[in-house]
């Protein structure tokens, strides 16, 4: 089915539990195979699919927010970090520390970055996926994205924000 | 700008949105603002990370896309509504296959509208105006920065790569509009000169040319606008296209790298 995999990847950062992950994506498709004489032709599908998703999603009402999924992900890994595994494998204790944070944030706030940050769709886009003046979404994303770094610092500042950048800012500013 | 405008705009920055003008000026702050450039960079590279990550993760869509195909089989197996509308849909999708493939038949040079000529022309304004003219662009340079770009218009990571193994080095890109789509505008060089490549996540957008060419399993399509050579193939993932004053071959030859590296 064309754009199941990114479809239910978002799903399964919205949705209460796995299943209700495939159920979402489910009822997303068949929606969208029920509509498709409404779908303008020449337009983005990928945003109108993306668009039904969260209109399934808000219509069934936010249940609970992390997956047990994701959850357990982020457990492995975590216990990975706190045994000092971190150095040993950054790349992997990073890559949990940053999905955790993600788990963390409001549904609004994690969302829009699914949305724009991991699946590239603009601002403009997300107005239209979300039913939202484009203000707003500015605003949110800009939150979200301040929301994301309060919660991965410090542990992953030094990562994130390495001194030589700053450097390198510096040098190119001079 | 003063860096409160600088954030509220960061958003539409990013994501390749902002109109030339205050793209301009937002660039123009960036280099008298250290802690603005600093911030981006924070930003880019958080953004860059949460994508890596989570595209990283296993999604597996095959029990939902079986369950899918299972369930629309069978109402239109089993409700004459279901299968009359499947059919009409079956109907309705081989008679635009049909009528595409009759099309393509009698030949894209009698498709050549104004509508689906505008993506050339716009290639060739642009190549013209912001390569050849070198009229002030905001451009970036950085990797990981053109990385955030691609992202944005569906270019995946490994094709900028691939693009990089040969004879042409990425100077240099920026987010554009071509035909009212945006497209990662990628400046090579050969050493010699500079050439214009639009890329941009395959879609539902008409790219037909005046003439075309297979070179190395790709359909090429061309046209000769004002002095450029724009010439534009499409991969299963991407529309790709090039655009040069310097000679119709130095286009074919970029357009034949590019064709067998993606």
């Keep these: 089915m064309p754009h199941s995999r990114s479809l239910l990847r978002v799903a399964r950062r919205i949705a209460s539990d796995p299943a209700a992950a495939e159920d979402l994506v489910q009822e997303t498709l068949l929606r969208a195979w029920r509509n498709f004489d409404r779908f303008e032709k020449g337009t983005n599908v990928r945003a109108w699919l993306f668009r039904i998703l969260f209109n399934a999603f808000y219509a069934q009402g936010r249940k609970a927010r992390s997956s047990p999924l994701v959850a357990s992900i982020e457990e492995g890994r975590l216990e990975a970090m706190s045994r000092g595994d971190a150095r040993a494998q950054p790349p992997i204790v990073e890559a949990a520390a940053v999905s955790h944070a993600l788990q963390q944030l409001s549904d609004d706030h994690r969302a829009v970055l699914l949305l724009g940050v991991v699946e590239g769709f603009t601002c403009r886009e997300m107005a239209e996926i979300l039913s939202l003046p484009i203000g707003t979404v500015m605003s949110r994303i800009s939150r979200a994205r301040q929301a994301l770094r309060e919660r991965l610092s410090p542990a992953c500042s030094d990562v994130l924000h390495p001194r030589a950048d700053v450097e390198c800012a510096e040098r190119e500013v001079s | ?262």
Aim: proline content about 3%; aromatic content about 6%.
């Design chain 2, 1 to 262: 700008m003063n860096c409160h405008e600088r954030a509220e705009l960061t958003p539409l920055y990013l994501s390749g949105e902002l109109e030339e003008e205050r793209a301009a000026a937002f660039g123009a702050h960036l280099k008298s603002c250290a802690e603005c450039i600093g911030e981006l960079q924070h930003q880019a590279r958080l953004d860059a990370r949460l994508h890596d990550v989570l595209l990283a993760e296993d999604v597996n869509a095959t029990k939902v896309d079986q369950r899918v195909r299972e369930m629309i089989a069978s109402r239109a197996a089993s409700q004459p509504a279901y299968r009359d509308e499947s059919r009409r849909w079956i109907l309705a999708t081989a008679g635009i296959a049909a009528a595409f493939a009759l099309l393509v038949l009698a030949g894209h040079r009698f498709l050549l509208g104004k509508q689906v000529a505008q993506v050339y022309a716009d290639a060739a304004r642009d190549d013209q105006m912001e390569v050849v003219q070198l009229q002030p662009r905001h451009w970036y340079s950085d990797p990981a920065q053109i990385s955030v770009l691609a992202q944005k218009v569906g270019v995946p990571q490994s094709a900028l790569q691939a693009l990089q193994r040969g004879p042409y080095r990425l100077e240099r890109a920026k987010i554009c509009f071509l035909d009212k789509h945006l497209f990662l505008h990628v400046v090579f060089s050969d050493g010699q000169r500079d050439l214009s490549m639009f890329l941009r996540q395959r879609d539902a957008m008409s790219v037909q040319g005046s003439a075309d060419e297979m070179m190395n399993g790709k359909l090429v399509q061309t046209a000769d606008i004002g002095g450029e050579h724009v010439a534009l193939f499409e991969t299963p993932q991407l529309i790709v296209m090039v655009a040069t004053t310097q000679s119709s071959d130095a286009a074919s030859h970029l357009v034949a790298f590019a064709a067998s590296k993606l």
